[in-house]
Every structure is written in structure tokens, then in C-alpha cells.
């Protein structure tokens, strides 16, 4: 993995530990139905191994200089990690969701239920960092980042690099 994809990750995971102290309000206000739905393939115009320069081509990938890397035109609210020039993962905010209706915002107990063969993954001691449920399928997963109750992040895509993103850490950009 390059330096500069490691960095990205790294910073996205300290802003979702940072941002994880109580519940946001626009979880509590969402309307119902206004969740997009991201699948275990990725999303209609961007799919797991799909390459950077694919991607860019075709017009859905965009240089973000507010953010911490690239961008899916039409997804402000998903943020596309690449590692070798290919799509691995994909970082969900609200208000995306899985096809099982769990989004950042959702009950931990509720993702639990809709993946019950997800295996818990406990924050390394003495860390400010989130817990994980790793919901897989395959060669893909979900990764829920949670607080033991409310589910946090959502990240979706290649199982393998769901669960190094966790246990690897983070840092910033």
C-alpha cells in the first residue's frame, strides 16, 4: 500500500474517532427512504476493483482538495479508498446505507440482527478508537465501527482490506 493511501485511510479513521461522541442530530431526523443503498458490489457507477484511472475516465472520480482525497461524483457522503490504483473500500456517512437498512445512526443490536454471523471486534485497549462488527460475505464485508451502542462508520468492500483498515490504526492525512 502506498504511503499516501495508508495516510487516507489513517485520516479518515481519526475523523470517525473523533466524531463519534454522542448521536448527531440529522441520525435522529432522517426521513424515512432517504438512505442510498450500497451493496457488497459498491455503487451503481463505482464498483469494488474498478480503477482509479477507470473511474476518473468515465467522470465519477474528482480531485477533492477540501478532503483528504478523491471524490464520487454524486456521493458526497461516501469516500473511496484505493490501494494499487484499484477501489478496495468505500467509507459510508449518512445518509448511505446497507440493503439491510443499517446506516451510521442505527442501534448496534440492529446490525447484530441483520448480520448475525458478523464477528465482533473489540478496540485495542487503552485506544480512542471505535469497535468493529465485521459482517462478511466472501471476499466482502461490511465493517461496522461502533461504541457498543449506536453503530458510527460504515465501511464497505473487500473484507480482507476492512479488516486491516481496523487493525491497523489510523492516523492523520
Given at each position: 500500500?502506498?504511503?499516501?493511501?495508508?495516510?487516507f485511510?489513517a485520516?479518515?479513521?481519526?475523523?470517525?474517532?473523533?466524531?463519534?461522541?454522542?448521536?448527531?442530530?440529522?441520525?435522529?431526523?432522517?426521513?424515512?427512504?432517504?438512505?442510498?443503498?450500497?451493496?457488497?458490489?459498491?455503487?451503481?457507477?463505482?464498483?469494488?476493483?474498478?480503477?482509479?484511472?477507470?473511474?476518473?475516465?468515465?467522470?465519477?472520480?474528482?480531485?477533492?482538495?477540501?478532503?483528504?482525497?478523491?471524490?464520487?461524483?454524486?456521493h458526497?457522503?461516501?469516500?473511496?479508498?484505493?490501494?494499487?490504483?484499484?477501489?478496495?473500500?468505500?467509507?459510508?456517512?449518512?445518509?448511505?446505507?446497507?440493503?439491510?437498512?443499517?446506516?451510521?445512526?442505527?442501534?448496534?443490536?440492529?446490525?447484530r440482527?441483520?448480520?448475525?454471523?458478523?464477528?465482533?471486534?473489540?478496540?485495542?485497549?487503552?485506544s480512542?478508537?471505535?469497535?468493529?462488527?465485521?459482517?462478511?460475505?466472501?471476499?466482502?464485508?461490511?465493517?461496522?465501527?461502533?461504541?457498543?451502542?449506536?453503530?458510527?462508520?460504515?465501511?464497505?468492500?473487500?473484507?480482507?482490506?476492512?479488516?486491516?483498515?481496523?487493525?491497523e490504526?489510523?492516523?492523520?492525512c
Open positions: 500500500m502506498k504511503l499516501r493511501q495508508f495516510g485511510i485520516a479518515l479513521l481519526v475523523a470517525a474517532s473523533a466524531a463519534g461522541s454522542g448521536v448527531h442530530p440529522q441520525w435522529a431526523t432522517r426521513p424515512v427512504g432517504a438512505a442510498q443503498v450500497v451493496g457488497l458490489d459498491g455503487l451503481r457507477n463505482a464498483g469494488f476493483g474498478d480503477t482509479e484511472e477507470d473511474l476518473t475516465r468515465r467522470g465519477v472520480l474528482r480531485a477533492d482538495e477540501a478532503a483528504c482525497g478523491p471524490a464520487l461524483f454524486g458526497g457522503s461516501v469516500s473511496p479508498i484505493f490501494v494499487d490504483g484499484r477501489l478496495v473500500l468505500l467509507w459510508l456517512d449518512d445518509p448511505m446505507s446497507t440493503p439491510e437498512g443499517i446506516s451510521a445512526g442505527s442501534p448496534v443490536g440492529e446490525a440482527a441483520a448480520y448475525p454471523g458478523a464477528v465482533d471486534l473489540p478496540a485495542p485497549p487503552g480512542h478508537r471505535f469497535a468493529g462488527l465485521l459482517a462478511r460475505d466472501g471476499d466482502r464485508a461490511y465493517l461496522f465501527l461502533h461504541d457498543g451502542v449506536t453503530v458510527r462508520e460504515i465501511i464497505a468492500g473487500y473484507a480482507d482490506w476492512a479488516r486491516r483498515l481496523f487493525d490504526g489510523y492516523g492523520p
